[in-house]
């Protein structure tokens, strides 16, 4: 009898923008391959050739907090259903840059979105389905906006105020504390080595 594949696990790295995610997901990705598994990294929102092309508009075109959602929850489906779902199935693991919890943050605190209505769309569509593990990268609003303070062009969300990029971390926190399981805060104020060391912790304990 052939033996059953056992299921990939999806892995995603939070936190407000120059928090230190791309900083960190390319080593991820390879801290995980050399547990010798099968990753993928990938992205929300985007991740799907549709998915790309709506991250386009939502990162830069205006819009209702509510439309934002269903869009950025529209992309996230696409992404499950044509990508990660079957690569898990497959036993592949999964890194995603920013996943569900984003939108709480940001369409839900960010920009005001009642928490009862996204809970109500993540349900329809995505079923109850959530990542693995999550990781919170935290920094205070000055230390993001300093990280993205690097010359390029900020996009609709990098170019917010500091006391949104407040209420995005406190959402991050307070669903990070609701779910301990699954969620765990790392100081990314802290060198790289040592976000690593917490990083790393956590995904050979899960292994
Ligand atoms: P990135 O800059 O980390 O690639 O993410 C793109 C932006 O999209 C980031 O500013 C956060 C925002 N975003 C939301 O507002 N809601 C979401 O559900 C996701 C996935 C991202």
New binding site residues.
């Given amino acids: 009898m052939a033996a059953s594949i056992q299921r990939g696990r999806l892995i995603t790295v939070e936190g407000i923008?120059g928090a230190g995610?791309?900083t960190h997901l390319p080593w991820l990705k390879e801290l995980v391959e050399r547990s010798g598994r099968q990753v993928w990294l990938t992205?929300?929102?985007?991740g799907t050739p549709l998915g790309e092309r709506l991250?386009e508009l939502?990162?830069h075109e205006s819009m209702a907090p509510l439309t934002?959602?269903l869009l950025?929850f529209a992309?996230?489906r696409e992404h499950c259903e044509r990508e990660i779902w079957p690569r898990l199935a497959a036993g592949t693991w999964v890194v995603c840059?920013?996943?569900?919890d984003?939108?709480y943050?940001?369409?839900g605190a960010?920009?005001g979105l009642a928490v009862q209505q996204i809970a109500d769309i993540d349900r329809i569509v995505m079923g109850g389905f959530s990542p693995d593990i999550t990781f919170v990268l935290d920094v205070p609003p000055a230390v993001g906006k300093a990280r993205l303070a690097d010359g390029r062009t900020l996009?609709?969300?990098?170019s917010e105020q500091a006391v949104f990029f407040e209420r995005v971390r406190s959402s991050y926190l307070a669903r990070a504390a609701a779910e301990p399981e699954r969620c765990r805060v790392i100081d990314s104020t802290q060198s790289r080595e040592r976000v690593r060391a917490a990083i790393e912790a956590v995904v050979l304990a899960a292994s």
């Fill in positions: 923008d995610k791309s992205r929300e929102p985007g991250r939502l990162l934002e959602a950025m992309a996230r840059d920013r996943f569900t984003a939108t943050a940001y369409q960010g920009h996009d609709k969300f990098e």
